[in-house]
């Protein structure tokens, strides 16, 4: 079992929307590296989502956990256990968060800042794979941040030196075209086109949430189009159906 403690802290002094969550352990009893940086990661992920005192359920029932097994604690097993249980509860809190009632993905206005959070862990968990196709992402650094802004990628209302077509609400919305970042950033992008973003602030994009850096790094080789959109969500939604049925 992992014992230290969490810390929250600000790097140089940044406002608070910049909070990362550091983990420093004095003893680590759970001997596979790889099951480790799942439980991390995974509560990393509630704590960066979950703010709010009133919010605070995840922790409560992953101390619930804890001490209904106490006596299981130091078993090298239990981490597998462990990681299991905070997997289940990723998957139970994104229902209502990820989907709609008719199983569909959803789009701006109702999709949460859970579910890309969620999102970014599947991606973590297929890094093999998908960084044969991203090379540039950068899967095996990524922490989860406070990122609290839904951004469109391309942009509700172009600002650009050229002349660029609204895109279709049906792939503007969407999911493929959505990410997650700081509030600050957000006022950063603007109307900046795709293209224009990258840019702009390609150093940035390896300390982003997976999905960005994906869009991103799309978006260097080629022209961030519709088709692009439709061909993201079709590589990762197959990838969130089977992480879901295998907790199901």
Not at 3 to 8: A, L, Q, S, V
Request: proline content about 2%.
């Amino acid at each position: 079992m992992q014992k230290g403690t969490y810390y929250e802290y600000q790097p140089n002094g940044k406002a608070k929307e910049h909070y990362i969550v550091e983990e420093r352990f004095t003893k680590n009893t759970f001997s596979d590296s790889e099951i480790n940086k799942n439980i991390i990661l995974l509560q990393s992920m509630f704590a960066v989502t979950f703010t709010a005192n009133r919010d605070s359920r995840w922790l409560y029932e992953v101390l619930q956990f804890l001490f209904e097994h106490i006596e299981e604690l130091n078993d090298q097993e239990f981490a597998i256990r462990f990681k299991d249980f905070l997997e289940k509860m990723a998957v139970r809190y994104a229902e209502g968060r990820l989907f709609t009632e008719e199983n569909i993905i959803k789009k701006y206005g109702d999709i949460s800042v859970y579910a890309f959070n969620f999102i970014d862990y599947i991606l973590w968990k297929n890094r093999e794979e998908l960084g044969r196709e991203y090379k540039g992402v950068k899967f095996d650094h990524f922490k989860f941040a406070y990122r609290r802004s839904i951004e469109h990628w391309f942009p509700q209302h172009p600002n650009s030196d050229e002349r660029v077509e609204k895109m279709d609400d049906q792939f503007l919305h969407s999911f493929g075209n959505l990410c997650i970042i700081t509030d600050s950033q957000n006022s950063k992008f603007g109307n900046l086109v795709p293209s224009a973003k990258y840019k702009q602030w390609e150093g940035i994009f390896d300390r982003q949430s997976l999905k960005l850096q994906i869009m991103a790094n799309i978006t260097e080789k080629t022209r961030w189009e519709s088709y692009q959109i439709k061909g993201l969500e079709k590589e990762i939604l197959p990838m969130v159906n089977r992480f879901i049925e295998s907790k199901s």
